[in-house]
């Protein structure tokens, strides 16, 4: 099974500043990486994937893929107070279930 | 988008009663999925459901547990007997796909086991 870790657990930024979340996943099968938003009391849902190493921008935010590390993150720039948010990190090898880290708590305070 | 549509969204019952929670998912979606979160925590994998067959569950899919879809209509998690550590918020998903596609979610249900 999959083990996935994210840092860090909380994370309380000024609205404007730039957010770093990191996942590090264990299976190096892994190919498909994404991150979900959780909104307080309200379903997760997809915000961004990945296949292939390197960065990928849409918007304001940024996905960093580094396989050989066993790592990605999400990086949010310009951070809004509607970006608070549980975010989940989801590695996936393209044949197993989707195992979620613990998750970041983001709190941005206007 | 996509739905996936949960009921009821919030159920109360007593310990040792029976409970079945319903999930319609995306129409031409393939692979079902439960997932138990509790306060807000980490989304835990319960167990996936493909073509009439549970395919993988995980430790916290306990003997009380139980999955089926009957002939395309909601997928269901039946827990018969309830415990008082059942209480959480079940998230139903669905996916085209095993591992490679996104997951939807319903707005989940929550289950107080009192």
């Known amino acids: 099974q999959q083990k996935v870790q994210q840092s860090p657990e909380s994370l309380i930024v000024p609205e404007g500043a730039m957010t770093s979340l990191n996942c590090t996943f264990s299976d190096s099968a892994s190919q498909y990486f994404a991150w979900y938003r959780q909104h307080s009391g309200k379903a997760p849902k997809a915000l961004m994937s990945i296949f292939s190493n390197g960065e990928k921008e849409e918007g304001r935010f940024t996905i960093h893929l580094n396989k050989a590390s066993l790592h990605f993150s999400l990086h949010i720039r310009d951070s809004q107070p509607s970006d608070s948010a549980l975010y989940l990190c989801?590695?996936?090898?393209?044949?197993?279930?989707?195992?979620f880290g613990k998750g970041t708590s983001l709190t941005v305070i206007p | 988008g996509p739905k996936v549509l949960q009921i009821p969204s919030h159920q109360i019952i007593d310990m040792g009663q029976m409970v079945t929670l319903n999930c319609d998912p995306v129409s031409n979606h393939l692979y079902f999925y439960w997932y138990k979160q509790i306060l807000g925590q980490q989304m835990e994998f319960l167990v996936n459901f493909y073509n009439g067959k549970v395919m993988e569950k995980s430790k916290l899919f306990k003997d009380q547990f139980s999955v089926e879809r009957p002939d395309g209509s909601y997928f269901t998690l039946k827990i018969q007997p309830t415990a008082l550590e059942d209480s959480a918020v079940y998230f139903c998903a669905s996916s085209s796909d095993r591992g490679q596609n996104t997951l939807y979610f319903g707005a989940g249900t929550r289950l107080s086991v009192l």
């Open positions: 989801a590695p996936n090898t393209g044949y197993q279930n989707f195992y």
